[in-house]
T-cell receptor
Framework: GAGVSQSPRYKVTKRGQDVALRCDPISGHVSLYWYRQALGQGPEFLTY????????KSGLPNDRFSAERPEGSISTLTIQRTEQRDSAMYRC????????????FGQGTRLTVV | TQLLEQSPQFLSIQEGENLTVYCNSS?????LQWYRQEPGEGPVLLVT?????EVKKLKRLTFQFGDARKDSSLHITAAQPGDTGLYLCAGAGYGGSQGNLIFGKGTKLSVKP
């Protein structure tokens, strides 16, 4: 596609429910990153993939968070048993190369846990 | 853990003034990027610096990468209201950490007409 596409743009869920956030990177981009961003702050690293391989998941807050990219393109970030503290903007980015240079961001998914 | 400290956190200036934003770390980065983010949008890449001591200019914006590859600065000349936004620096590590782009907390710039 022309840019990084994330869906849904907004998600409201009840505490305890599972949610799946989707990221469709720019076609041909090797690397895909997930970040969480608080209002007015810089993005906080969660995890990233090169092709289908998850290279680093050190930023995932706990084992309720997981991510996959099975075919090296679309990625899903799953949060199980959501809690109110999970409420945030979740951003996905992709880059053409594996070196992390020039990441292009999507518009994000605003998750609200009530 | 690599950390990037940005300063100042907030900056409010009048149109026509010059300003500098700093990005510092105790870690060495293979490259450093500057992004600008507007409300409701994702960060948009402005520039990538790769070589220690490198200086890049983008119209009224001048970016510098420190000789030791641990710090960077963004200088804006004759700021305009359109420059208002959140400016973010991000560093990439080496080897297996190259894809782990670490972001600073950002500098929120407001340029008043």
């Amino acid at each position: 596609g022309a840019g990084v596409s994330q869906s849904p743009r907004y998600k409201v869920t009840k505490r305890g429910q599972d949610v799946a956030l989707r990221c469709d990177p720019i076609s041909g981009h090797v690397s895909l990153y997930w970040y969480r961003q608080a209002l007015g702050q810089g993005p906080e690293f969660l995890t990233y993939f090169n092709y289908e391989a998850q290279q680093d998941k050190s930023g995932l807050p706990n084992d309720r968070f997981s991510a996959e990219r099975p075919e090296g393109s679309i990625s899903t970030l799953t949060i199980q048993r959501t809690e109110q503290r999970d409420s945030a903007m979740y951003r996905c980015a992709s880059s053409l190369e594996e070196t992390g240079i020039e990441a292009f961001f999507g518009q994000g998914t605003r998750l609200t846990v009530v | 853990t690599q950390l990037l400290e940005q300063s100042p956190q907030f900056l409010s200036i009048q149109e026509g003034e010059n300003l500098t934003v700093y990005c510092n770390s105790s870690s060495v980065f293979s490259s450093l990027q500057w992004y600008r983010q507007e409300p409701g949008e994702g960060p948009v890449l402005l520039v990538t610096v790769v070589t220690g001591g490198e200086v890049k200019k983008l119209k009224r914006l001048t970016f510098q990468f420190g000789d030791a590859r641990k710090d960077s600065s963004l200088h804006i000349t004759a700021a305009q209201p359109g420059d208002t936004g959140l400016y973010l620096c991000a560093g990439a590590g080496y080897g297996g950490s190259q894809g782990n782009l670490i972001f600073g907390k950002g500098t929120k710039l407001s340029v008043k007409p």
